[in-house]
C-alpha cells in the first residue's frame, strides 16, 4: 500500500497538468460549436474538400456535423491523441523511473518481491488515468451541456468519452513493455510522442485499423449503433493482456541497472 501511495504521488503532478490541458482542449473546441451550427452548410463544404482516408482518422461525419455529438466527434480526435501521449508516458515511466532517477539500488533491496512492484506501479497507474478520465467527463459534460443548441445523447456521449479511457489503458501497457526493453532509459517523452504519432499516422490508411488503436474506436459507428466495435474491442483486450504479462515477465528477469 505504502508504494502504491507513493507512485501516485509521484505522478500526481503530471496528471493533474495533463488533466487540465485535456480540459482545456476540450473546452476550446466546444466553445466553437455554436458558431458552427448556426453555419453548418459552410462548414460541410469545407469539410467536403478533406480526403476520404483524413476525414475517417479524424471521426468526421459530414451530415452529423451539426449536431453536437457529429462536431464532437471531430474535435475528440485531438483529444485522445493528447491523451494517448499521457497514457504511454505513464506506462514507460512508471517501470523506467528508478532507473532514470538512480533509486534502483533504494527500491530493490526493499523486502518485497518485484512482482509486488509491478502490481503497485500498475495499479497506481491504472488509479491516475482513471482520475483523470472521470474529471475530464464530467468538466466536459457540463461544457457540452452549456454549450448545446438541441438536446443530445447522454448516453452516447458517454460512450465517445469513454473510448478515451480505453485508448489510454492500451498505450499504457504498450509503454510497460516498451520500457522494459531498456536497461537505461533517460528521456520518456521522445520515446512517447514518436510511437504514438506514429501509430496515429499510420491509422490513415484503411487496411492498417487493427494497428492503430486510434481506428479501435470508431466514433460514427458508435453514434449509429450505441455500440462498440467487438472485434476491435477484442483486439483491445488482447494488446493490454499480452502486453502487461509480458512486462512482468521481462521485469522480474532482467538486470536493473541505475542511470550512471
Not at 83 to 99: D, F, P, Q
Request: charged content about 15%.
Amino acid at each position: 500500500m505504502n508504494m502504491f501511495l507513493h507512485e501516485l504521488k509521484s505522478m500526481r503532478k503530471s496528471a493533474s497538468i495533463w488533466t487540465i490541458s485535456l480540459i482545456a482542449l476540450s473546452a476550446l473546441f466546444l466553445s466553437i460549436y455554436p458558431n458552427v451550427a448556426a453555419e453548418a452548410e459552410e462548414f460541410k463544404k469545407l469539410l467536403a474538400n478533406y480526403p476520404p482516408a483524413i476525414r475517417a482518422m479524424l471521426g468526421i461525419n459530414i451530415d452529423n456535423i451539426a449536431s453536437l455529438l457529429g462536431f464532437y466527434s471531430m474535435v475528440f480526435s485531438f483529444i485522445t491523441l493528447g491523451g494517448a501521449i499521457e497514457g504511454m508516458n505513464i506506462g514507460i515511466s512508471i517501470l523506467s523511473r528508478e532507473s532514470r532517477e538512480r533509486t534502483a539500488d533504494f527500491l530493490l533491496v526493499k523486502p518485497v518481491s518485484r512482482k509486488s512492484i509491478v502490481s503497485a506501479k500498475l495499479m497506481a497507474a491504472l488509479a491516475t488515468i482513471v482520475y483523470t478520465n472521470i474529471a475530464f467527463y464530467v468538466v466536459t459534460l457540463l461544457i457540452a451541456n452549456a454549450v448545446k443548441t438541441e438536446n443530445y445523447s447522454n448516453k452516447l456521449f458517454f460512450m465517445i468519452n469513454l473510448t478515451l479511457l480505453f485508448l489510454q489503458i492500451i498505450f499504457m501497457a504498450i509503454g510497460m513493455i516498451i520500457s522494459v526493453f531498456f536497461k537505461k532509459l533517460k528521456s520518456v517523452l521522445p520515446i512517447s510522442l514518436g510511437v504514438v504519432f506514429g501509430l496515429y499516422m499510420v491509422g490513415a490508411l484503411d487496411f492498417t485499423r487493427y494497428i492503430s488503436p486510434f481506428r479501435y474506436f470508431d466514433i460514427t459507428y458508435i453514434i449509429n449503433n450505441a455500440g462498440y466495435e467487438a472485434s476491435y474491442l477484442v483486439t483491445a483486450a488482447v494488446i493490454v493482456v499480452a502486453a502487461i504479462i509480458s512486462s512482468y515477465i521481462i521485469y522480474i528477469r532482467k538486470d536493473i541497472h541505475a542511470v550512471s
